[in-house]
């Protein structure tokens, strides 16, 4: 039922031409799902037993499906349109400024696990001590409270001010100064740990060099 409200309330529709539009701009498709194992792919998520439970709840055979998936997965991606977006959307870590990213914990179009792979990035470029990452306990993509949002552009701005982070990007700290502005909302920021991202690039069920 989440599902098919997040669907129909626009999103279905948001989605689609959104993906479109990507593709105008890139020249192809850059997405694929040639080589990938769907089974491989649900057994690595940490939302799998949610997917067996609903199965079996519904009375279908996920099995089949999980065969069916990966025996018809056959959509390559156009090469130019992926050096496109490589070169002009990937992001690459290599951080130059502080960043507090926010991110509401269950969003539909930008899965929370993205932080997780995102922070990667940063890491590996030696760049951790630039990025905060905070949590808002909500559904649906950017669904911020306007507190929420200055709450968090008032810490990034402290964070320039002085240099450093300390507890800026705290939760606690984060709804008091939210709630401090009586905008009428209650913060939502909470501690949250997102899982590793499903179906990256080298990750189980998905080949690295494709």
Same mark, same amino acid.
């Given at each position: ?81 992926? *050096? /496109?977006?490589? %070169? ?6 290599? =951080? #130059?400024?502080?960043?507090? !990213?926010?991110? &509401? ?63 800026? *990007? /705290?939760?606690? %700290? ?6 401090? =502005? #009586?905008?009428?909302?209650? !913060?939502?920021? &909470? ?20």
């Amino acid at each position: 039922m989440q599902q098919f409200e997040a669907l129909v309330d626009g999103g279905l529709e948001r989605y689609v031409t959104g993906r479109q539009q990507i593709e105008l701009v890139a020249g192809g498709n850059s997405a694929y799902n040639a080589g990938v194992d769907y089974r491989t792919l649900l057994d690595s998520s940490p939302h799998a037993d949610q997917v067996r439970a609903l199965y079996r709840e519904a009375g279908l055979d996920l099995d089949a499906d999980l065969a069916t998936l990966t025996r018809d997965a056959d959509v390559e991606a156009d090469p130019e349109a992926v *050096a /496109d977006l490589t %070169r002009s959307s990937m992001v690459t870590g290599e =951080l #130059e400024i502080p960043e507090l !990213a926010i991110h &509401t914990i269950a969003d539909e179009l930008v899965p929370v696990e993205q932080e997780d792979w995102y922070a990667e990035q940063v890491f590996s470029e030696g760049e951790a001590g630039l990025l905060r990452q905070a949590y808002v306990e909500g559904a649906g993509h950017c669904e911020f409270q306007p507190a929420e949002h200055v709450a968090a552009l008032q810490a990034l701005e402290q964070r320039l001010d002085t240099g450093r982070w300390d507890d800026l *990007a /705290d939760p606690a %700290r984060l709804n008091a100064a939210a709630d401090a =502005l #009586e905008l009428g909302t209650t !913060a939502r920021f &909470t501690r949250f740990d997102p899982s590793r991202l499903v179906g990256g690039l080298g990750e189980p069920g998905r080949d690295r060099d494709r």
